[in-house]
């Protein structure tokens, strides 16, 4: 079965420096591939998607991500978090024939002043 | 754009009772909406594909006849909660799938939070 792993449960971090969350999936065919952000009793928002084409995708807020097929990775980056960043962060997967998504655990972000 | 809204955000009912939930699409039309569920503290979990004008798609482990959906026009999906029990208490997640260009996304309801007492 589809799986995505977010090693990173929690992660603490200063503001102004840079953010990697790591995100794994299993599926070896074709995905597409998602963040997707949660601030604080808010609704979940994507940040950035990758169907096809350069690996490497920029979404809102500065955020990017980077596509490396031979490490099913689509690793989160942000060269500088800021405290509004805080918040729980998702990666996802689908595929051609399962349009539903399969969710990592999540990962929380917290940015402290 | 790409707006979904979920009716109502909280409810709090006894044990036996239904609660209906509602997702809408407030500016595109949706053919498939999903359904998740999400427990504290961890992430979502898919139910159930809603596809406007057929029967729903459950995943293994969720009961039909306890999580009833209908999918009666593009803009709108019901959840029905049969028989709540405390177990069902959580925060159910609707999304509806539009296109970004030429990319299927999904967008996200705000959630309704569910209480069984």
């Known amino acids: 079965a589809q799986s995505v792993s977010q090693h990173n449960h929690h992660v603490i971090l200063s503001e102004a420096a840079s953010l990697e969350l790591g995100c794994n999936y299993s599926?070896?065919?074709?995905?597409?591939l998602f963040w997707y952000v949660q601030y604080p009793g808010q609704h979940l928002q994507l940040l950035l998607k990758y169907f096809s084409g350069d690996p490497l995708v920029k979404g809102i807020k500065g955020f990017e991500a980077e596509f490396i097929k031979s490490k099913f990775s689509f690793n989160l980056r942000k060269p500088s978090v800021q405290w509004s960043d805080t918040a729980e962060y998702f990666c996802?997967?689908?595929?051609?024939?399962?349009?539903?998504?399969?969710f990592g655990s999540g990962t929380r972000l917290q940015v402290q002043p | 754009g790409a707006v979904v809204s979920q009716h109502p955000s909280r409810v709090i009912c006894k044990s036996g009772t239904s609660v209906k939930i509602e997702c809408r699409s407030l500016d595109f039309q949706a053919t498939t909406m999903f359904w998740y569920r999400q427990f504290p503290k961890q992430s979502l979990m898919l139910m159930a594909t809603s596809n406007e004008g057929s029967k729903a798609t459950y995943e293994q482990g969720v009961e039909k006849d306890k999580f009833l959906i209908n999918h009666a026009s593009l803009t709108l999906s019901t959840l029905t909660v049969t028989s709540a029990h405390p177990e069902d208490s959580s925060f159910y997640i609707c999304?509806?799938?539009?296109?970004?260009?030429?990319?299927?996304?999904?967008?996200f309801g705000p959630g309704t939070r569910l209480l069984v007492l």
């Open positions: 996802a997967v689908n595929r051609p024939g399962r349009r539903a998504l399969t």
């Open positions: 999304s509806a799938s539009g296109l970004d260009g030429r990319q299927e996304t999904q967008y």
């Open positions: 599926y070896g065919g074709t995905v597409n």
